[in-house]
């Protein structure tokens, strides 16, 4: 147990320049804070006791303002930053090395049964406001940028941006012309081709 919070602290300290100490680390960051009781919540839920693991989730929640359930199945050296409005859900597994930021989700579509979460690579990073749902896989080595959703498979050495998600980078190489500012806007995309459909069945009808 010591070990393993030892390199728990050593990660934030490796991730996170504001990191001073590793006091302040130990009993001032959420992420931190949230890791450790989960990993209490999932030995009980693992072990029949699921009323308690849901009351340790729960008493975590209000504290750190971060929700994972007992069940979801996280790696080692997991480091969440700042942590505010992360929402990790039931069936989620988790590798090693990944980092995720506030306002992050990994849920479910509300359509999947089973496994309805997703499954997240080693050494992933997923930026502030992202969300990832349903049972789709993120390749290890890829980063999620900020507020993009996604909502099918990235694979692995890639960066995906965008509402819904597109990769952008593959294996260092750029596969779209896109970035985090030249986001295409959905909204004008549907409605753009709402208007192509119109138009085609304006013509239908002439003939």
């Known amino acids: ?7 728990d602290i050593q990660c934030v300290k490796d991730r996170d320049p504001a990191a001073t100490s590793v006091l302040e680390i130990l009993l001032l960051y959420p992420g931190l804070r949230a890791v450790r009781s989960h990993r209490k919540a ?3 839920y693992h072990h029949n006791l699921r009323f308690l693991a849901r009351w340790i989730s729960q008493r975590t929640v209000r504290k750190t303002g971060i929700e994972i359930h007992p069940g979801a199945k996280i790696g ?3 480091f969440i930053d700042h942590g505010t409005g992360v929402v990790i859900g039931e069936t989620t ?6 980092t995720i930021y506030q306002g992050v989700t990994l849920g479910g579509t509300g359509k999947d049964v089973g496994k309805r979460h997703p499954t997240v690579g080693s050494n992933v990073m997923i930026g502030a ?9 993120i390749g290890d080595n890829t980063k999620i ?3 993009s959703v996604v909502l099918h498979e990235i694979p692995p050495n890639s960066t995906a941006v965008g509402t819904p998600a ?3 980078k593959q294996d260092g190489v750029r596969v779209d012309s896109l970035d985090q500012i030249h986001i295409p806007d959905p909204v004008a995309q549907e409605i753009e081709r709402l208007e192509n459909m119109i138009k085609d069945l304006a ?3 002439r003939r």
């Not at 147990?1 to 390199?7: A, I, P, R």
């Not at 406001?129 to 896989?137: E, R, S």
């Open 1 to 7: 147990m010591f070990s393993q919070l030892k390199e």
């Open 42 to 44: 999932y030995w009980c």
């Open 76 to 78: 080692k050296r997991f």
């Open 93 to 98: 597994e988790i590798g090693d090395d990944v």
């Open 129 to 137: 406001g992202a969300k990832i749902l349903g049972p789709v896989k």
């Open 145 to 147: 940028a900020a507020g």
């Open 166 to 168: 597109r990769v952008v």
């Open 203 to 205: 013509e239908a009808i």
